[in-house]
């Protein structure tokens, strides 16, 4: 329970909503317990008015609700018939049950509603929990656990914040109600009649234990299931062409089994509480009749067959919210379990985040990277070594190296996916820790290595990251990014929904249209991580031909594994093993005959057997 503390805020903030819901609650319960009142009232009046043998009147008149005693009051004081007041009674119990279904109309219109008022909250706090997050938390996190805390584990919440205390409430009101009304009705008859529910506590307070601890397992294979599916669906092109449908089938099913078998196994232990608690009730409604049937044969407890009718219907009462422990104790301790789940995240601050002294920068496009080193948190690699670089407002500047040298770290770092482990670096003198992370970002176009596209219009896809923009623009952008004619092409242009990650794309399209999302921000300081591998040698020309005039006054980093000669860069900076191996324009790397001469004339030599 102590997971579910907090859910107290949202309470807290549907708090009318849920003090009104309550108030159905007792109120509905309320005009419930009347009914076996008035019953008891008109047996005991047609035995009077009858006569009937064995009929003894009862030493002292029954201690009926307030509303009851008016009712009878004005009965009694008529000159209706019996006939005609057994009818009133009938439809007095009739507009009884009429009100207490308006009133449970009520509870359901405010208790259930404000569970999907606070799931919407709660689900809106985890994504923007999840955005928060760094890197390297989502790294280390599989998506389809995610995923899963987001839907399954907030559904099993709602459950506890609407259905759960809905029911709960309900129970304490009928309890409270049929208990007090018992008590003043006799007190040694209800005392037999509630004899077994000691019982019934003892056992849920163990069962719950057990569901508890299966609960949270129950979730945790669930989140792997989750994780299982959303991986094929995504590789699903990668399975196919291995041929591994077979083995997917197979590892799903495994997983799939065994979450089978601990749901199955918590069902079983939750169908304990049914049967025991419907024993329990029978017990009580057998001795009601039992002993109260004694009393009245031996006439020496002031109990009739009023009282008996009365007591039997408040055991029937109690049936179904007693019956209702056992569910409700079981969405709360899944709840628990599930929020529990949710807590692990929601208490987890993310390793990048502004401090008190960030402030808003307007960057101009000076960098420097002053003896960075930086150690990836969960792998240990060793990605960048007393790394040392200075760019000026304007320049161009490539970054080369080989797979795994360290050129995309340096993209990370600038935009602060991660924190260098040590050393510093600065943007137009300001130190990049103390620069606010949404301006920063912001100022900064940035085009991945690995491409992501959404499931929407191309369009759309280029517009992303702005906060609005005409098809001009638009337009501009994917002229500058070579994409523009095969964009033309489409069905509806620029309207074409381009299906999930871009797989309608080819590669190269997806890449062109990336880094058209990227020239519409029009920044100051644009980052290029490898971003032409999957365009032709034509394609790429004529690319890098647009890209030489639109970033004239930009500063630009090209992160690349291939050499461009035809980019006239203002500094090319040669990466291997995460150090600096060499650094200089192309002409002077060349005239150096070092490691940068070396990658350029392996280069030359498969282009030209490419040829």
Known sequence: MKHLKSLYKYFWKYRIRL????????????????????????IDFVEKSLKLPDYHPSKTPPDYDILVQKFIHKVENSNYSLASIVALCGITILVLALLRGFFLFLMRQTIIVMSRHIEFDQKNEIYRHYQRLDTAFFKSHNTGDLM????EDVSRVR?????????????IAVISLSVFFMLKRNVELTLYVLAPLPLLAITIYFVNNIINKRSEKIQALLSDLTTNAQESYSGIRVIKSFVQERAMLGFFSKNSEEYRKNAVGLAKVEAIYFPSITLLIGLSTLMTIMIGGLYYIYGDRNIGIDAIVEFVMYINMLTFPVSAIGLTASMIQRAAASQKRINEFLMSEPAIRDNDSSKEVKLQGNI???NVNFVYPHTGIHALKNFNLEIKEGEKVAIVGRTGSGKSTVAQLLLRMYDASDGEIKLDGHDIREISIETLREQISYVPQDVFLFSDTVENNILFGMKGGERSAVVQAARQASVEKEIDAFPRQYETMIGERGVTLSGGQKQRISIARALIKNPNFIVFDDCLSAVDAKTENEILGSLYGYLREKTAIIITHRIFSLFNFDKIVVLKDGEIVEKGTHSELIDANGYYAGLYARQQEQEDDMD
């Open 159 to 171: 459950m506890f914040t609407g259905p759960a205390i809905m029911y709960l409430a309900n129970l």
């Open 368 to 370: 420097s990277f002053r």
């Open 148 to 151: 899963n805390r987001i839907s």
């Open 19 to 42: 003090s009104i819901g309550i108030a159905f609650v007792f109120l509905s319960n309320y005009f419930n317990v009347l009914s076996p009142q008035v019953t008891g009232f008109v």
